[in-house]
């Protein structure tokens, strides 16, 4: 089960923030095909948000495809958002978390990381315009 | 669209005081509505001639479909809970769920206890020992029982820390989605990150008149932040509505009501935030000063 959180000073809205969550539990395979959804009374107890935001959140991601809400019964996931198969997040995430340690220890500090990052993207956007399309 | 509560040119007047002067609001069923606005806006004086226990001095207000007044009838469908949260501190909320029983006319006493249950509040200990989150969340749990379908609370959350105020708005939303869009809230706070978070609907008092009322999104959207050079804002205001205005030398932070585009290329354009559009209609300098009122609870 998914457990949300909404971060009331992040400018995000707050639907937008639960989608987002959603989303990418989905893509790092903490809830899969069949999985069901907290009721809205469950996340706005938990969270305390209007529940016309919960139900704004499942409302777009059920226009997306990726949940439906089955009369009786409760909200489920329907299918994973397109992109690669779930774990290859977690399993970049880790050679990405010993990348990130190999710089800590060559002494770069957060801002030079993420700099170094951004500089890296920028170059690969330009040898291969296309694939930065399909990531986005 | 039904609505729960609706005033015409509602006013309240002491012998020199003008408590709130032609209110006209309306509050769609199902809403959770935040009132906002400084001390001695009128805040309270509204809810409490909402719940009929204060007269207007002119206007009509309706709640229910019904005017406000002390009798049963309209009183079954509505809930008040008062800012100092009147317990009996000697007794137990037990005692008070009995009791409840005895004086209303729907009264569910498993939901209150099955609530306060699951969020561990002893039920068998008097009221008064509790702690101020536990009391807070008995008294939201009594309100509840008599399963209005207006539910009046003002400023319940201000005494509460963090933790207890975050229970207790939990509660508050998951009781107004079990009514599925039958129970409509109208909830008075300084706190007004907690109120964007649960409200969808905006009463913004000031001087004891209406400044805003309407959907949240709607009026958020309708306002925007202009940032830019220090300049004549006239031609701006041929189209817009600067509501509020922060100028240094050189610089300008315009709060402006839309009406149409803006085309001037010098203004960059933000969104704007809850705290942005209350400070704003406050006249407020920095949102700083606010802040730190508010945290220091300025109504303790």
Request: include cysteine; proline fraction near 6%; hydrophobic fraction near 45%.
């Amino acid at each position: 089960m998914i457990a949300f959180r909404v971060d009331g000073r992040s400018g995000v809205p707050p639907y937008l923030q639960l989608v987002q969550q959603v989303r990418q539990a989905l893509r790092m395979g903490v809830l899969k095909i069949g999985d069901q959804l907290p009721t809205v009374r469950e996340v706005v107890a938990a969270v305390a948000v209007n529940p016309n935001t919960v139900l704004k959140a499942y409302r777009d991601l059920e226009r997306e495809g990726l949940i439906e809400a089955r009369a009786g019964q409760g909200t489920f996931v329907r299918q994973l958002p397109p992109g690669p198969p779930p774990g290859t997040h977690s399993r970049l995430g880790r050679s990405l978390a010993r990348w990130v340690g190999e710089a800590r220890a060559a002494g770069l500090d957060d801002e030079a990381i993420a700099s170094l990052l951004q500089v890296t993207l920028r170059a690969a956007n330009e040898a291969n315009p296309f694939s930065s399309e399909e990531i986005a | 669209m039904n609505l729960a509560i609706e005033t015409n040119e509602l006013s309240k007047r002491y012998r020199r005081v003008t408590a709130l002067s032609d209110c006209s609001i309306a509050v769609p069923e199902g809403r959770i509505c935040a009132l906002v606005g400084p001390n001695g806006a009128g805040k309270t004086t509204l809810l409490r001639m909402l719940a009929g226990l204060l007269k207007p001095t002119a206007g009509t207000a309706s709640v229910l479909g019904g005017v406000p007044r002390q009798d049963p009838a309209f009183l079954g469908g509505v809930g008040f809970l008062a800012q100092e949260i009147p317990l009996y501190r000697g007794l137990t909320a037990e005692d008070h769920i009995r009791a409840g029983a005895h004086l209303n006319r729907r009264w569910d006493a498993a939901s209150a206890r099955t609530r306060l249950a699951s969020l561990s509040v002893p039920l068998d200990r008097a009221v008064g020992k509790l702690s101020g989150g536990q009391r807070a969340q008995v008294a939201l749990a009594l309100t509840l029982a008599k399963q209005p379908r207006v539910l009046l609370l003002d400023e319940p959350v201000a005494a509460l820390d963090p933790l207890a105020r975050r229970h207790f708005l939990g509660t508050l939303t998951a009781a107004v989605a079990d009514a599925g869009g039958e129970l409509t809230v109208v909830l008075s706070s300084h706190l007004i990150v907690d109120l964007e978070r649960v409200s969808d609907h905006l009463i913004l008092l000031s001087k004891s008149r209406v400044q805003l009322c309407g959907d949240a999104d709607d009026l958020l959207a309708e306002h925007k932040m202009l940032v830019g050079p220090r300049k004549d804002t006239s031609v701006l205001e041929r189209t817009h509505t600067v509501v509020h205005a922060v100028r240094t030398p050189r610089q300008a932070r315009l709060l402006i009501r839309l009406n149409g585009p803006v085309i001037d290329p010098a203004y960059e354009i933000e969104d704007i935030s809850l705290e942005d559009l209350v400070l704003g209609y406050m006249g407020a300098d920095a949102p700083e000063a606010y802040a730190h009122l508010t945290a220091v609870g300025e109504d303790q």
